[in-house]
């Protein structure tokens, strides 16, 4: 037997159930709410994460966080894929802010290879 093995499991709420808590509290008055948390056991702040999940329509946000292997390893590539994409556009701007300041260089150094124009 481990020495954490007494310490309590966490929780974990199916996007169902979470989905199903949230209508009955929006339903509910204000006696009932709390009466609803204390029955399932949660707290306010389940509630309001739950909701930011929800508004911003992220059904995924509600389910949780991937537990299969597979699934943790795809949402680990895409966040990737994303950084790697977000790099690639300041690259490109750079290149492009390199490019204009090589041509506008080039040009104030052949108009310096020039004789300067007579005033009369």
Known sequence: MSPR????????FTA??????????????????????????????????WRKAA?????AG??????DRRDKELQALRARAEKA????VKTRAALDLVGKA????????ESADRPPRSRR
Do not use: V
């Not at 093995?5 to 974990?12: F, H, I, V, Y």
């Not at 949230?22 to 009932?32: F, T, W």
């Not at 090589?102 to 150094?109: Q, R």
């Open 5 to 12: 093995a007494d310490r309590p499991k966490r929780r974990r």
């Open 16 to 49: 169902e159930f979470k989905a199903e808590i949230l209508a009955e509290y929006d339903a509910a008055d204000r006696a009932g709410r709390g009466e609803i948390l204390r029955r399932e056991g949660l707290y306010s702040s389940h509630i309001i994460e």
């Open 55 to 59: 508004a911003a329509g992220a059904q």
């Open 62 to 67: 509600l389910a949780g966080q991937p537990r």
């Open 85 to 88: 994409e977000a790099e690639l």
């Open 102 to 109: 090589h041509a506008l260089l080039e040009t104030l150094s």
